[in-house]
């Protein structure tokens, strides 16, 4: 394994709260270039907030956070501007995949490309197609996502987010929404990615893909990392009872 | 009734409809769906300065009677020295009322867009307005396409009201040959025989409409 040293994304006491219960209570995290985070905890641990805070849907009411060459402060940024700087150096897939229902595979991804990044159409619409290719879905460039089933809409929410050329990844439980047999083939894609060196953060319950893929784990509670490990030394051995639960209960299923 | 009397009126009724109806329609439906829409946003607007203003014009239009909106431009602002034409003044109020209407329409159907489709346009880096006219405003068109017919053929009706300001449209030109051959009943019907014809035609293109904007949606 290649020496990833280099901070990609670093958060320091971010804090977020809906009404008067913290949902974020103070989140550091570093994660390095190319590294694979998978963030995991029970619902409502935080865990899509944190992703969410990091691709600009959320602000925080407190901390810092660094992503690449851009940094923001909550206490000092415009949210807005502070929003906007979030986003333009990650891309989301998200859990409902969220495509535009009334245009192409290909007029999602050429979207952001050609109306925001104001690339040429051509030349936008070219790496669209190669990169659509790559995940098996060139045949599928003319079709609507309500032609597709779950796993293949999910990759072209994938190809969406690539074609921005986003420094980092973000990953919103891409396969809760699918059906069992369709998980396969877009974990698949994931992994693919992660093997190529993109830097990236998933939050997801597919333990399987966390121990094969993750670099390293962050288990969240109560919005906050209770434990941060590589992704080995947690599974083998979680250091905290309330991971070491969590686990329990996802990885032995039905238990009456 | 007399066959020839129906027969000789059609045609005067006819072109009405043409001149007068169906055109005074069109307009005030194309420059009132506008005013909707700029009025529906404004109404969703964080600013108050905004969302206060388009209240009350919704709040008017809706509860004050149309064809007191019709007198008070064309035979009240002259008090005022605003005097306005007929078919201008008609065209105004007709406007006005598909904008008060037609906001609430238009805002339900941005209020039905899922969020997740707010979500996906900010984080390809669309602006407000470039994610509101490429991607919500497409989806809430099609969810507002029955309500807005409703409204649309409810106009068609509402511009016999415009015979009252003398305005020359279907029902003024059925009403001129009443009067002249005391022929109410068969008058009166004919009229309406008309308006229904353009309403069928109207729902019609409705069902076509819907057809084409619901081509790709699960």
């Avoid at chain 1, 121990?211 to 599974?235: K, N």
């Avoid at chain 2, 009025?39 to 108050?48: E, I, Q, T």
Wanted: with cysteine.
């Amino acid at each position: 394994m290649s020496l990833k040293t280099t901070p990609a994304v670093r958060l320091e006491g971010v804090r977020l709260s809906f009404g008067p219960t913290p949902v974020l209570d103070g989140v550091s995290l570093t994660v390095a270039e190319g590294e694979v985070l998978v963030l995991l905890g029970a619902s409502g641990s935080g865990k899509t907030t944190l992703l969410r805070v990091l691709a600009g849907l959320e602000w925080p009411s407190a901390g810092r956070i660094r992503i690449e060459d851009v940094e923001v402060d909550a206490a000092t940024t415009p949210p807005r501007r502070g929003r906007d700087a979030l986003r333009s150096r990650t891309a989301m897939v998200f859990q409902q995949h969220n495509l535009f229902p009334h245009r192409t595979v290909l007029g999602n991804v050429i979207e952001g490309p050609v109306s925001v990044q104001r690339r040429s159409r051509a030349d936008a619409e070219q790496e669209a197609r190669r990169l659509l290719d790559r995940v098996g879905l060139g045949e599928r460039a003319d079709a609507y996502p309500a032609e597709l089933s779950g796993g293949q809409q999910q990759r072209v929410g994938i190809v969406r987010a690539l074609a921005l050329h986003p420094r980092v990844l973000l990953f919103d439980e891409p396969t809760s929404s699918l059906d069992p047999e369709l998980v396969g083939e877009v974990l698949t894609v994931m992994s693919e990615l992660a093997a190529e060196g993109w830097t990236m953060i998933v939050v997801t319950h597919e333990l399987g893909f966390a121990r094969a893929v993750a670099d390293s784990i962050a288990f969240l509670d109560g919005g906050t990392i209770v434990e941060h490990a590589p992704s080995a030394d947690f599974f083998a051995a979680p250091r905290t009872d309330r991971a070491r639960r969590f686990l329990a209960r996802l990885d032995g299923g039905f238990h009456p | 009734m007399d066959l020839s009397l129906f027969l000789d009126s059609l045609g005067p009724i006819a072109l009405g409809a043409i001149t007068g109806t169906i055109p005074l329609a069109l307009v005030s439906f194309a420059f009132g769906l506008v005013l909707a829409v700029v009025v529906a946003l404004a109404r969703m607007s964080p600013s108050r300065w905004l969302r206060w203003p388009a209240r009350a014009f919704i709040s008017v239009i809706r509860g004050t009677p149309l064809l007191v909106q019709l007198f008070v431009i064309f035979y009240g602002l002259p008090n005022l020295g605003w005097t306005l034409d007929a078919w201008p003044s008609a065209v105004i109020a007709f406007t006005l009322n598909v904008g008060g209407y037609g906001a609430e329409t238009i805002r339900a159907a941005i209020l039905s867009v899922p969020r997740g489709q707010w979500e996906a346009a900010f984080m390809i880096g669309l602006g407000r307005r470039q994610t509101l006219t490429r991607v919500i405003l497409p989806q809430a068109a099609r969810v507002s396409v029955p309500p807005l017919s409703n409204t649309f053929i409810s106009l068609v009706k509402d511009t016999s009201l415009a015979s009252m300001i003398m305005v020359t449209e279907l029902f003024r030109e059925a009403q001129k040959i009443a009067a002249f051959t005391q022929e109410f009943l068969a008058l009166y019907i004919e009229a309406a025989l008309v308006y229904w014809l353009i309403c069928l035609v109207l729902s019609a293109a409705q069902s076509r409409i819907e057809t084409r904007l619901e081509r790709h949606v699960a």
